[in-house]
């Protein structure tokens, strides 16, 4: 990263660690010390290969803290999973043996103790799981990045679009295609959801390096992505999309011995004066739908309005 990108990456952390502390009620030293190592961890983390622009790097920093923090309720839970099984363990042994004839008034007083004790660690991971899953919530409220495929999400596209076409006139060309896996439902029928999920991740890996660092890929939902084409021709965007469809067509993914073999439809459409965000995405929909009832594995351009 240049002077500049690392200087903006060290003020998203700062941003980052001010709104933590405000969302405690009682932040203390080692919260920060801790908040500090994790973000130091994960800047480490970031490879400058999969990372397209600055802005991309700062939404991975706030989507991978928001990963450590998952893992955490996850050992919490366990933790206190443990406690639960335990805590009833123990109680269970005092209720057969309160009763018994055999007196053993310092084993009895101390399972009460132990008892006591793991109560109170099952209330305090309670809170801590309370604690951490409402911070996550906030996170993924905020974050504009696809949690899986690391890409830009549905919230972004909105935003972008948003942006785009409040401008009314562009100076430029602008073109979006709604790219379709297909068949996609029958990858994760029959190899499993893990396996679908790395298909998305190829699939998205596979758009970062063959479009421009000016392009935009999100995760529009499901098996589908948009991706946005800048200051570029119609025959060019057709040129683009192609290549896409060849080159995924052309790779396969290995999984657990299975060779996994997926094409790709497209829909494109190109921005006309005084679009909607609908307007756009109706436009590439309807292309798409075409590509698919003609064979899938191809790409349609709608212009305008049918």
């Known amino acids: 990263m240049e002077k500049d990108d690392l200087k903006s990456l060290v003020t998203q952390v700062y941003k980052e660690l001010l709104s933590n502390i405000d969302s405690q009620n009682k932040p203390n030293k080692e919260e920060i010390v801790s908040y500090l190592r994790d973000a130091a961890i994960t800047i480490e983390s970031l490879a400058d290969s999969e990372i397209d622009s600055i802005e991309h790097a700062k939404l991975t920093f706030t989507n991978a803290y928001k990963?450590?923090?998952?893992?955490?309720?996850?050992?919490?839970?366990?933790?206190?999973?443990?406690?639960?099984?335990?805590?009833?363990?123990?109680q269970e042994t005092l209720d057969t043996y309160k009763d018994d004839l055999i007196d053993?008034?310092?084993?009895?007083?101390k399972f009460d103790e132990i008892q006591s004790h793991m109560k109170e660690e099952v209330t305090r991971a309670n809170s801590i799981i309370s604690k951490l899953s409402s911070q996550i919530k906030e996170l993924e409220e905020n974050t504009n990045l696809?949690?899986?495929?690391?890409?830009?999400?549905?919230?972004?596209?909105?935003?972008y679009l948003g942006k785009v076409c409040k401008k009314g006139k562009l100076k430029h060309e602008l073109h979006l295609l709604i790219l379709d896996i297909d068949d996609f439902k029958s990858v994760n029928d029959t190899y499993g959801h893990i396996a679908g999920d790395k298909v998305l991740i190829l699939i998205a890996n596979t758009l970062?390096?063959?479009?421009?660092?000016?392009?935009?890929?999100?995760?529009?939902?499901?098996?589908e992505f948009v991706i946005v084409l800048n200051r570029l021709s119609k025959e060019r965007c057709n040129l683009i999309a192609k290549r896409l469809i060849s080159i995924i067509d052309a790779n396969q993914l290995i999984y657990?011995?299975?060779?996994?073999?997926?094409?790709?439809?497209?829909?494109?459409?190109?921005?006309?004066?005084?679009?909607t965000p609908n307007d756009l995405i109706e436009r590439a929909d309807r292309a798409l739908y075409i590509s698919k009832k003609n064979g899938k594995n191809q790409m349609t351009i709608q212009e305008k309005e049918v």
């Open 67 to 90: 990963n450590i923090a998952d893992k955490s309720i996850s050992s919490y839970k366990k933790t206190n999973g443990n406690f639960e099984k335990l805590t009833k363990l123990h």
């Open 104 to 109: 053993l008034p310092s084993i009895s007083e």
């Open 146 to 159: 696809d949690a899986l495929t690391k890409v830009f999400n549905r919230r972004a596209l909105d935003s």
């Open 208 to 223: 970062r390096k063959v479009l421009r660092d000016g392009d935009k890929i999100f995760r529009y939902g499901g098996e």
């Open 256 to 275: 657990k011995g299975n060779s996994l073999h997926v094409t790709v439809s497209i829909g494109a459409t190109r921005y006309i004066d005084g679009d």
